[in-house]
């Protein structure tokens, strides 16, 4: 399982039609094709999507994934999750515990954003199939985005946690995503540098 997980987090595109100029179903498909390791449907902020129409786009996308076979991740909407059957689940530090989350979804992928030392003392990192680390770089797509941690925070949780599945996320893009890698992560989560592309191909080709 967790060679899978570290293998899965290569290249995670993460979004929602929030996040896109264009048809997300059409933005969603170029990325898949270009080679995506993994999507999160994260519907949310400013102009998001909510009760029907979210789950019509939310099963639009995960058909789009599964015939890629690509894994289909939700945030923090644990409702949609399991109405969908989705593969997993991305929480956050004031989404339900990850342990009551594992407890819910014994089968699934559980995600969990860590963003500093106090979240990581008080988190129960056992639950959990990966850590979502960051904001690494400083991003204007979350406007309520912590403080910018560096690729030092990267290192930090690859020292103490060697086994650990981690994908860094915030402000990456091709020109900055091999430091990344090159601090621990196994791969790098991105939204508006393949949503806002010109080209999603050589993008993804970049990561
Ligand atoms: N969590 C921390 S930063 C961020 C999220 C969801 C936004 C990342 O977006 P971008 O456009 O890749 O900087
Ligand atoms: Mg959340």
Sequence with gaps: ?????????????????QDCPRDPRVILAEAAEAGITAFQFREKGKGS???DEKRALGKELQHICRSHHIPFIVNDDLHLANELD???????????????VRRLFPDKLIGL???????????PLSFVDYIGAGPVFSTSTKSDAKRPVGTEWI??????HPAMPIV???????ANASS?????????????????????????DCL
């Design 113 to 123: 954003s860590l963003s500093n030392e106090e979240e990581l003392s008080t988190s």
């Design 180 to 204: 990344v890698i090159k601090a621990g992560a196994d791969g790098v989560s991105v939204i508006s540098a393949i949503t806002r592309a010109d080209n999603i191909a050589s993008v993804v």
């Design 49 to 51: 999507l909510e009760g």
């Design 168 to 174: 860094g996320i915030g402000g990456i893009s091709p």
């Design 155 to 160: 290192s930090t949780l690859r020292e103490k």
């Design 86 to 100: 989705a593969d997993g689940i991305h929480i956050g530090q004031n989404d339900k515990p990850a342990e009551e």
């Design 1 to 17: 399982m967790n060679d899978k997980v570290h293998q899965l987090l290569r290249k995670y595109f993460i979004m929602g039609s």
